[in-house]
T-cell receptor, first 114, second 115 residues
Framework: DVKVTQSSRYLVKRTGEKVFLECVQD?????MFWYRQDPGLGLRLIYF???????EKGDIPEGYSVSREKKERFSLILESASTNQTSMYLC?????????????FGAGSRLTVL | AQSVTQLGSHVSVSEGALVLLRCNYS??????LFWYVQYPNQGLQLLLK??????LVKGINGFEAEFKKSETSFHLTKPSAHMSDAAEYFC?????????????FGTGTRLKVLA
């Protein structure tokens, strides 16, 4: 089975801090995604990457950046955390670029910004 | 752009009763549709997917969904609810508006199962 690992399950940060959320997948998937999950809003796409060093903005990229230096690792960066970025962050990966292919999710990183 | 609507943010059923979670999509072309489940403090896992092979799709844990093109619906059902089905359920459609397939998720339905 594909495994997607998010290294931090719970984080508490202060406003203005730089935050790194790390995601690693172990099945050589080309595509990786970062979503934000908020009650009543579902999942919203922040960024995705379809290859090493390649990235595209999703629906809500403001205040975030990403890094994909190696195929298995996709990092989400909050340059200067703000309280409205308190949320659950979900990483996912997918093999290839077919719309029928399934997303495999990590367990999530719950971030609280004080 | 495609969109997904889940009717009812919260649904309660008694144990043993029918589960029906509603999902409607907007799409001008045959879509790929998915249902995912999220148990507390976990990520999402796939229940089932529709890829045009059959309109009635069977998934894990006794769930199934029927694709109805005329109604643009993909409702999720289970004949008899178990306590372990309590979770949040998300409907999703894949969308290729700018090169790479991305997924549009509904806002989720939280299922509560009453003893």
């Amino acid at each position: 089975d594909v495994k997607v690992t998010q290294s931090s399950r719970y984080l508490v940060k202060r406003t203005g801090e730089k935050v790194f959320l790390e995601c690693v997948q172990d099945m050589d998937h080309e595509n990786m995604f970062w979503y934000r999950q908020d009650p009543g809003l579902g999942l919203r796409l922040i960024y995705f990457s379809y290859d090493v060093k390649m990235k595209e903005k999703g629906d809500i990229p403001e205040g975030y950046s990403v890094s994909r230096e190696k195929k298995e690792r996709f990092s989400l960066i909050l340059e200067s955390a703000s309280t409205n970025q308190t949320s659950m962050y979900l990483c996912a990966s997918r093999e290839g670029d077919s719309g029928a292919n399934v997303l495999t999710f990590g367990a999530g990183s719950r971030l609280t910004v004080l | 752009a495609q969109s997904v609507t889940q009717l009812g943010s919260h649904v309660s059923v008694s144990e043993g009763a029918l589960v029906l979670l509603r999902c409607n999509y907007s799409s001008s072309v045959p879509p790929y549709l998915f249902w995912y489940v999220q148990y507390p403090n976990q990520g999402l896992q796939l229940l089932l997917k529709y890829t045009s092979a059959a309109t009635l799709v069977k998934g894990i844990n006794g769930f199934e969904a029927e694709f109805k093109k005329s109604e643009t619906s993909f409702h999720l059902t289970k004949p008899s609810a178990h306590m372990s089905d309590a979770a949040e359920y998300f409907c999703a459609v894949s969308d290729r508006t700018s090169g790479t397939y991305k997924y549009i998720f509904g806002t989720g339905t939280r299922l509560k199962v009453l003893a």
